[in-house]
């Protein structure tokens, strides 16, 4: 009878309605995780907004953030204002005259506070955490295994500048992605390396030798070179 309590339990009829929310919140944590960036660090008050968020959700990925500051930064090398990399903790002025008023007093609190406090603006390393939580699947279709060459459109009257570049195309593909989905890639319209239909895939292993590749293998770091073959039908 014990047993038979027990069976009855661990069926769906007999789950309580936060089992169930602790079933989808599971399945989405997993599915669709989540980094939370907490924007406008250059306010005077957000120190201690940090603290406390960070306090509450020690478990959470968080990450401070200042995208106003990172956008001013941008702007300001696009007007050759500035020497400015991304994630940078440190900027050099060539002409700050090119700034406007408010520009240059966000340059004044970043050089004085933000930067000396957090490090950078804080958005390039949002975005990567962020990235890190999901990472994509990588392919880079080649038209030689050998050496790395690049494909080559199937059409001539196409850009063919960068043929010898080896490497040269890199496709960021959703997890657990197929060697079929990288064919897909390659025909869709923005790309337009590849047309017709699938004929064959090879990739070259660790000890160097290449080896075909199912349309239903998944992208690795084992496969991620990869040369497809197609017709033209």
């Known amino acids: 009878e014990l047993n038979e309590r027990q069976r009855q339990k661990g069926t769906l009829s007999h789950w309580t309605r936060k089992m169930l929310h602790n079933l989808v919140a599971h399945f989405v ?61 440190s900027l050099a002025g060539k002409d700050k005259t090119l700034l406007d008023i408010a520009a240059q007093r966000t340059l004044e609190h970043l050089t004085t506070v933000l930067l000396p406090q957090y490090g950078e603006t804080g958005v390039l390393s949002a975005l990567s955490k962020a990235v890190k939580l999901k990472p994509p699947s990588i392919a880079c279709p080649v038209g030689s295994l050998e050496d790395g060459r690049p494909m080559r459109p199937p059409h001539r009257d196409q850009d063919n500048r960068g043929d010898d570049e080896v490497l040269r195309d890199v496709f960021l593909m959703k997890p657990s992605s197929t060697v079929e989905d990288v064919f897909n890639a390659l025909k869709s319209n923005s790309v337009r390396l590849a047309e017709g239909e699938f004929v064959r895939a090879e990739c070259r292993d660790e000890g160097g030798t290449i080896r075909v590749l199912k349309k239903s293998e998944i992208l690795c770091a084992d496969n991620c070179v990869i040369r497809v073959q197609y017709n033209k039908r």
């Open 29 to 89: 944590r997993i599915r669709f995780p989540i980094m939370v960036a907490l924007n406008k660090i250059d306010l005077p008050s957000a120190t201690e907004h940090v603290r406390r968020i960070r306090e509450a959700f020690p478990h959470e990925p968080l990450h401070p953030v200042s995208a106003s500051s990172e956008w001013t930064l941008c702007q300001g090398r696009k007007k050759g204002a500035l020497d400015y990399a991304p994630g940078s903790s």
